[in-house]
């Protein structure tokens, strides 16, 4: 199996990281009663807004990363893996580069808030050092709100 290569994504990714985000997120779609965020966004606007990265393996796609400096953190905005290549470590790799991009950008504390639907991502975060901080309504989602101290 070829090795993983993590890079800045270019507005030619733009495409391909919106095909990946339903894949990964489709599984949610039922459960929250409407298409996740993430399936929504669009990626060419934050190819030039946000921080983008994209995980290939073999000329694959099988990861990308959505991070936002704010004033006092960083914003982890989206994470996916494609379906097939779950369970491979490619989330963790993705987070790691999220804490990266919050050092680079000189803040201590990453966060995030994926829907409370997402039972599996809210239970990985806490063994990843996120601790969630509450829950709320946003944008007409329930999110759990997690946040890592670096």
């Given at each position: 199996?070829?090795e993983?290569?993590l890079?800045?994504?270019n507005?030619?990714?733009?495409?391909?990281?919106?095909?990946?985000?339903?894949?990964?997120?489709?599984?949610?779609?039922?459960?929250?009663?409407?298409?996740?965020?993430?399936?929504?966004?669009?990626?060419?606007?934050?190819?030039?807004?946000?921080?983008?990265?994209?995980?290939?393996?073999?000329?694959?796609?099988?990861?990308?990363?959505?991070?936002?400096?704010?004033?006092?953190?960083?914003?982890?905005?989206?994470?996916?893996?494609?379906?097939e290549?779950?369970?491979?470590?490619?989330?963790?790799?993705?987070?790691?580069?999220?804490?990266?991009?919050?050092r680079?950008?000189?803040?201590?504390?990453?966060?995030?808030?994926?829907?409370?639907?997402m039972?599996?991502?809210?239970?990985?975060?806490?063994r990843?050092?996120?601790?969630?901080?509450?829950?709320?309504?946003q944008d007409?989602?329930?999110?759990?709100?997690?946040?890592?101290?670096l």
């Amino acid at each position: 199996m070829a090795e993983p290569s993590l890079r800045r994504a270019n507005p030619s990714d733009a495409e391909f990281i919106a095909e990946l985000a339903e894949r990964a997120y489709e599984k949610y779609v039922a459960r929250i009663g409407r298409r996740p965020a993430p399936m929504d966004a669009d990626y060419a606007a934050l190819i030039g807004e946000a921080t983008v990265w994209v995980l290939t393996r073999g000329g694959q796609l099988v990861g990308s990363l959505v991070t936002c400096v704010k004033d006092d953190h960083l914003l982890l905005d989206a994470v996916a893996v494609d379906p097939e290549a779950q369970g491979l470590g490619y989330g963790a790799l993705l987070l790691r580069r999220a804490e990266d991009d919050a050092r680079e950008a000189g803040r201590t504390e990453v966060r995030l808030y994926p829907n409370a639907a997402m039972t599996e991502n809210i239970a990985m975060y806490p063994r990843f050092g996120y601790v969630e901080t509450h829950r709320a309504g946003q944008d007409g989602f329930r999110r759990v709100f997690f946040s890592k101290r670096l």
